[in-house]
């Protein structure tokens, strides 16, 4: 059976979101991993590369981790806007 993507193909619906967090919080891949692994989660700068270009999918381990380090919701990192609002953060 054949893993689930998005109608365009991609693996994971945060990519974008991730790589406008990172720019916004001017973080690179490197820095990002090394918060990541200050707050306890075993992800690397491959990993985040992986993500970023939709050649891995998220687990939900990820998609909390990411969410704690950005204070953003789950809601902002998979479809763009919180929740309760159409307005991007």
Do not use: C
């Amino acid at each position: 059976m054949p893993k689930p993507r998005t109608e365009t193909g991609e693996k994971n619906l945060i990519s974008r979101q991730l790589i406008e967090l990172r720019k916004q919080h001017n973080f690179s891949q490197r820095d990002l991993a090394y918060r990541l692994q200050l707050a306890g989660y075993d992800i690397d700068k491959n990993v985040i590369t992986r993500i970023e270009t939709n050649q891995r999918y998220v687990t939900d381990l990820e998609l909390k981790a990411f969410s704690q380090i950005f204070q953003v919701s789950y809601d902002y990192l998979i479809d763009g806007f919180s929740s309760g609002t159409d307005e991007n953060i």
